[in-house]
């Protein structure tokens, strides 16, 4: 099954993130089932790793890391059954925006001339 992505409010030019689809199981571990290409989300309906419990959420390396309440949730077979019928799931700027990778530049100070006693 192939699912379009729709992130709201996305500009034509704007950043959006890489997502994945989760698994979650009854002790709360999260497995990464499926990832997007682009704004297409590709997943297998008969993976017995998908459970009762699935999630979006940005494609990290990691999904232990992932805080749960940044994951947008749903009961499996309903959701499975609404995309079968519909491929395609819009997700609003609140979760989508915080799911972007954070790009850190270094900080570097200069000294003026002044601070080093010289005169201008």
């Not at 030019?13 to 089932?33: F, H, M, N, S, W």
């Not at 309903?78 to 491929?87: E, R, V, Y």
């Amino acid at each position: 099954m192939q699912v379009q992505i729709k992130f709201v409010s996305a500009q034509a030019d704007e950043q959006t993130p890489r997502l994945a689809l989760y698994a979650l199981d009854i002790r709360g571990q999260i497995v990464k089932v499926a990832t997007s290409g682009g704004q297409k989300l590709s997943l297998e309906t008969d993976d017995a790793r998908l459970g009762s419990l699935i999630a979006l959420g940005p494609d990290v390396a990691d999904p232990s890391a992932l805080d749960f309440k940044s994951l947008i949730t749903y009961k499996t077979f309903p959701q499975l059954l609404i995309w079968n019928a519909n491929p395609v799931q819009e997700i609003p700027p609140q979760f989508w925006r915080p799911w972007l990778p954070i790009h850190v530049a270094p900080a570097a100070t200069v000294d003026s001339p002044m601070e080093r006693g010289f005169a201008l």
